[in-house]
């Protein structure tokens, strides 16, 4: 597609169940970053990788949070037994490397609400 | 169109100058974003509002419910302010201005 695709838009679950977000990005964008918004909060970055690796995985933040991306293309968030604060928008990003010089392209995110 | 639109998209300017970046927005909103794309490549997040006025440092953001308009002002600009500044909206998802990358020579 034209754009960075994420599924789902809405997800809405129980507290404690497992959920995964997807992010489709731009075909050839090498780098791909993950960055959440909560409720009355600005940006914030999660993870980045660069092809099939993460070199940053520092916004990460639990270990209930994790991320993979095969084929240097489609990327998934995993977040496990999920709490009430992890309700927020998550936010992929693509763009050709990492740098400047390379501008973003993002996607409309995916609203997670945890009940 | 752009459900949001972002200018200048390129900025040049000579350190210790008065910088203004706009952006105009299309639809409904619950919120607005001036994010900065620093130059080692990653996004923070410098303003989230909703009406009036902020400042921190530096920086001021401004926004006009009515006019649905924003700006963001950088007093006695610095080279180290030297990035790409995107404006973002929030309504029932999120809508992103292309960006405006800005140079300051020292």
């Known amino acids: 597609g034209a754009g960075v695709s994420q599924s789902p838009s809405n997800k809405v679950t129980e507290k404690g169940k497992d959920v995964e977000l997807r992010c489709d990005p731009i075909?050839?964008?090498?780098?791909l970053y993950w960055y959440r918004q909560s409720l009355g909060q600005g940006l914030e970055f999660l993870i980045y990788?660069?092809?099939?690796?993460?070199?940053?995985k520092s916004g990460l933040p639990s270990d209930r949070f994790s991320a993979e991306r095969t084929g240097g293309s489609v990327s998934t968030l995993t977040i496990q037994r999920t709490q009430q604060e992890d309700s927020a928008v998550y936010l992929c990003a693509s763009s050709l490397a990492r740098g400047q010089g390379h501008g973003y392209t993002f996607g409309s995110g995916t609203r997670l609400t945890v009940v | 169109k752009n459900e949001v639109e972002q200018s200048p998209q390129n900025l040049t300017a000579q350190e210790g100058e008065f910088i203004t970046i706009n952006c105009s927005y299309s639809?409904?909103?619950?919120?607005l974003h001036w994010l900065q794309q620093h130059p080692g490549g990653g996004i923070v997040s410098l303003f989230m509002l909703s009406s009036g006025k902020k400042k921190h440092g530096r920086l001021i953001a401004t926004i006009n419910i009515q006019e649905k308009h924003s700006s963001l002002h950088i007093t006695a600009s610095h080279p180290r302010d030297s990035a790409v500044y995107i404006c973002a909206v929030t309504s029932n998802q999120f809508y992103f201005g292309t960006g405006t990358s800005l140079t300051v020579i020292p």
């Open positions: 075909s050839g964008h090498t780098a």
């Open positions: 639809v409904g909103i619950s919120a």
């Open positions: 990788f660069q092809g099939n690796s993460a070199p940053d």
